[in-house]
C-alpha cells in the first residue's frame, strides 16, 4: 500500500546550520506530496507542498523537491533558527478524496 | 478566521469508560476528518464526512468508536469502552472539498484533545 519514509529523529543542530530531512515514498497512483509541522503545543500545519514530479514547493526558508526517479522530498533549510524547533511530517495524498497518509515525524531541536 | 475547534484539549479516564470529543470546522468547510495520532506516530485517519455523510471509515475500530456529523456541521467522536491501546492524541481537520475529484484541498487542523487511558 501507500506508504512514508522519513528519517528518525530527533535531529539536534545549532542555530544557522543547514538542514535536511530525508522522506521516501511508496505511492500505486501519482501522489501529492507535503510537509508538516507540529509546532509544540499547535496543530498540525501545511509547511508547503509539490503536486507533480520535479515541483519545488517553499515556504519560510524551507524546500522540497518531488523527485519521482527516486520517490523522494527531502525538506531542507539552509539556515535553520531556534523557532523551527518542532516536529515535521512528511505526507502524501492520492486519490480523489484528499487523504493523507503521513510518515511518523521527525523531532527537531535547535540550539542556540 | 477562526481556526478548527476542538474540546477538551484533555481528557483521563480509566479503561473501560466512555469518553466523547468534539469537533468544530472552520466555517463553510463540508469535509471533516478525525485522526489518531499514537506517540511517536505520524496521524492515522479514522473517518472522514463530506457535509453529514461518510466517506471512508475504514480503519475506525467500529466496536467502540463512533463519530456523527448531524448536520454537516460540527461532528462528535465517541469510544466506549477505551482501552488502554487508545490513548493518544485526537485529531479533528477540516477542507473546503465539497465532491470528490480535482485539485487538492487543503487540510486545516485543530489542536486535538490528547486521551490518556489509565
Known amino acids: 500500500g501507500d506508504s512514508v519514509t522519513q528519517m528518525e529523529g530527533p535531529v539536534t543542530l545549532s542555530e544557522e546550520a543547514f538542514l535536511t530531512i530525508n522522506c521516501t515514498y511508496t505511492?500505486?497512483?501519482?501522489?501529492?506530496l507535503f510537509w508538516y509541522v507540529q509546532y509544540p503545543g499547535e496543530g498540525l500545519q501545511l509547511l508547503l507542498k509539490?503536486?507533480?514530479?520535479?515541483d519545488k514547493g517553499s515556504n519560510k526558508g524551507f524546500e522540497a523537491t518531488y523527485r519521482k526517479e527516486t520517490t523522494s522530498f527531502h525538506l531542507e533549510k539552509g539556515s535553520v533558527q531556534v523557532s523551527d524547533s518542532a516536529v515535521y511530517f512528511c505526507?502524501?495524498?492520492?486519490?480523489?478524496?484528499?487523504?493523507?497518509?503521513f510518515g511518523k515525524g521527525t523531532r527537531l531541536h535547535i540550539l542556540p | 478566521e477562526a481556526g478548527v475547534a476542538q474540546s477538551p484539549r484533555y481528557k483521563i479516564i480509566e479503561k473501560r469508560q466512555s469518553v466523547a470529543f468534539w469537533c468544530n470546522p472552520i466555517?463553510?468547510?463540508?469535509?471533516l476528518y478525525w485522526y489518531q495520532q499514537i506517540l511517536g506516530q505520524g496521524p492515522k485517519l479514522l473517518i472522514q464526512?463530506?457535509?453529514?455523510?461518510?466517506?471512508?471509515d475504514s480503519q475506525l475500530p467500529k466496536d467502540r468508536f463512533s463519530a456523527e456529523r448531524l448536520k454537516g456541521v460540527d461532528s462528535t467522536l465517541k469510544i466506549q469502552p477505551a482501552k488502554l491501546e487508545d490513548s493518544a492524541v485526537y485529531l479533528c481537520?477540516?477542507?473546503?472539498?465539497?465532491?470528490?475529484?480535482?485539485?487538492?484541498?487543503?487540510?486545516?487542523f485543530g489542536p486535538g484533545t490528547r486521551l490518556t487511558v489509565l
Open positions: 481537520a477540516s477542507s473546503l472539498r465539497t465532491t470528490s475529484g480535482g485539485a487538492y484541498n487543503e487540510q486545516f
Open positions: 505511492a500505486t497512483g501519482y501522489p501529492s
Open positions: 505526507a502524501l495524498s492520492v486519490g480523489r478524496d484528499d487523504k493523507i497518509i
Open positions: 509539490a503536486t507533480k514530479a520535479d
Open positions: 464526512f463530506q457535509n453529514n455523510g461518510v466517506v471512508d
Open positions: 466555517s463553510g468547510h463540508a469535509t
